[in-house]
């Protein structure tokens, strides 16, 4: 698999990733421990090296840190500070005492000695970005984060944090199903030279084809308080699958394949980071950086997609949760 560098700071990873949450956290009961470990280092032997998990995942830290033991000097772990869970209940703080109290967890839990890249999960509207990016600077300093990085941030926050401290990389939704970022996100992140990495690249698996109106989720499925995935959104956005299915059946792939393609053509610097529980699904996703679009594709495809209408938002609340991306 090729490499794809984030930022200018040198940090290289597969142009695919894998994204963990899932399989301790947000969709659903965690998964058998002994089977992620395996599915995780099935991911390194295919050539992934690019692994994503937070503190507030969980006990996702500490799969990942027995997974990726043997591969240490091979892989890049990143993970998030600034949510984190008491009582069942998530609270957000990126006070500067809080972070170093985060980082010493993570290290300890991941069995590493230094964070590849380290996200602040959410911007805290209670602590300034410069703060942060202090912090930050002053654990690169000690040796125990390499490279850092915002999550969900917006362009204002992101150019304030940077000046600070170069970031690696900024993490937030992107796929056929949320488009968003193109219109200022990734303009901004090509002017600054910051990676990208998608994540939900599969719209929290729309994109796949497997739900419609009849889809139903469990209440420790996050899908469950989405409005995108109530059963009249769902079937007012089979649009869109249709058109990826007939996108991959020309092209003899998946949906899946074509919707992680289509993310990898955008820009050099984006790595996405689809989730799975299954192995036959990772190899699925993987064999997305072997499908080539032709440019004629992409013109048609784009066409496609910029006539259709997404329906529901892609949070409960989200005008609340917008006040948590720092404009």
């Given at each position: ?252 792939a998946t949906p899946s394949q074509i919707a ?25 996703n993987l064999g997305a950086t072997n499908i ?36």
């Amino acid at each position: 698999m090729e490499n794809r560098r984030l930022g200018t700071g040198g940090l290289e990873v597969s142009a695919l990733g894998l994204g963990c949450m899932g399989m301790s956290f947000g969709y659903g009961p965690a998964a058998d421990q002994r089977e992620m470990i395996a599915l995780i280092r099935r991911a390194v032997e295919k050539g992934v090296t690019f692994f994503d998990t937070a503190e507030v995942y969980g006990d996702n830290e500490e799969l990942l840190g027995e997974a990726l033991a043997p591969f240490k000097d091979r892989v890049v772990i990143a993970t998030k500070f600034g949510v984190y869970n008491v009582d069942g209940k998530q609270i957000m703080d990126s006070k500067p005492e809080r972070i170093r109290q985060a980082v010493e967890g993570s290290l300890k839990r991941l069995r590493i000695e230094a964070i590849d890249l380290y996200y602040q999960h959410r911007v805290d509207p209670g602590v300034p970005i410069e703060a942060v990016a202090g912090v930050v600077s002053e654990l690169i300093q000690e040796g125990k984060v390499k490279h850092w990085g915002l999550s969900e941030a917006g362009v204002s926050t992101i150019r304030r944090a940077h000046a600070v401290l170069p970031l690696a990389a900024i993490q937030s939704e992107y796929s056929m199903m949320w488009r968003q970022p193109e219109a200022e996100l990734l303009p901004a992140l090509e002017e600054l030279g910051i990676g990208f990495v998608p994540f939900s690249p599969l719209g929290k698996g729309f994109l796949t084809g497997r739900f419609d109106k009849t889809a139903t989720f469990g209440a420790d499925d996050f899908r469950s308080l989405v409005p995108r995935f109530s059963p009249e959104n769902l079937d007012a956005n089979q649009a869109l699958v249709a058109v990826v299915k007939q996108v991959a059946a020309a092209k003899h792939a998946t949906p899946s394949q074509i919707a992680l393609a289509w993310v990898l053509t955008k820009k050099p610097w984006i790595a996405p980071i689809p989730g799975t529980t299954k192995v036959a699904r990772l190899e699925e996703n993987l064999g997305a950086t072997n499908i080539v679009l032709a440019e004629n594709e992409l013109h048609d495809l784009n066409a496609a997609l910029a006539r259709i209408e997404i329906v529901g938002d892609r949070y409960r609340y989200p005008a609340s949760f917008a006040k948590r991306t720092g404009n």
